[in-house]
């Protein structure tokens, strides 16, 4: 759990550290909203990045007291804290998103389709997920938490297995067709991934809880 604590402050510093270098060269009014055609439709300060470590730092904040003080097991430790750098890192992510859109962008519009760097993004965090998945072990915190998924360790291991293969293989198609379209093609394409991502794995717990009572009753 030391090595997630590590990370969970780290985190927490670094999102600063970037937020504190960008100042440097972000001008006074920037782009803070953006449609689902790429383009800004609304604008704020600078500081309004600093809304990202605030958020950053309270979250990890209230997990490292509550790994602290709080009377729980280690193992449910260890997936908080795990959970809450997956978020924090998920923030920093979203954070150096809206900082190349901020930089990226002059009065003619962007520079180039910001998508095609933002989706591939993306996938690369689904293959570093997904790569992770099939090691978790079952808790309550971090997971596909379904009722069949969480019937016994058989149908948790088969559907974490299971959903890393489709982390992975989401993340590479994230990557490829994310170079090959506009913002809103691209768009649509990361929220049908996500959905199926988001079914297929549930899909995937309930089979695997059918076998298994199956099994049971042979």
């Known amino acids: 759990m030391k090595k997630f604590k590590i990370l969970v402050i780290s985190l ?3 999102s600063f550290v ?3 270098v960008s100042f440097v060269y ?4 920037i782009p803070i909203h953006f ?3 790429g383009a800004p439709d609304q604008f ?15 979250v990890g904040g209230v997990a490292l007291a509550v790994c602290r003080y709080a009377k729980v ?13 997956i978020v924090e890192a998920i923030f920093v992510v979203l954070l150096i998103m809206l900082l190349v859109y ?5 009065e003619d519009g962007f520079v180039f389709e910001i998508s095609k760097i933002m989706l591939p993004l993306f996938g690369f965090m689904f293959i570093i997920l997904g790569n992770y998945m099939p090691k978790v072990e079952k808790n309550s915190t971090l997971g596909v938490k379904t009722y069949w998924s969480m019937y016994n360790e058989t149908t948790w291991q088969k559907t974490h297995r299971f959903t890393g293969f489709v982390s992975v293989v989401v993340g590479v198609l994230s990557i490829v067709l994310g170079l090959f379209f506009n913002d809103i ?11 199926v991502f988001a079914v297929s794995t549930t899909v995937a717990s309930y089979i695997y809880y059918k076998k298994e009572k199956q099994k049971e009753l042979e």
């Open 102 to 106: 901020a930089t990226m962008y002059t």
């Open 26 to 29: 972000l001008p006074d009014i």
């Open 12 to 14: 927490m510093i670094l």
């Open 44 to 58: 704020g300060s600078k500081y309004f990045m600093l809304l990202f470590p605030t958020v950053i730092t309270i």
């Open 73 to 85: 097991s280690e193992n449910y430790k260890k997936y908080t804290m795990l959970t809450v750098s």
């Open 185 to 195: 093609v691209n768009f649509i394409i990361l929220m049908s991934l996500i959905f």
């Open 18 to 20: 970037i937020v504190g």
């Open 35 to 37: 449609g689902i055609d």
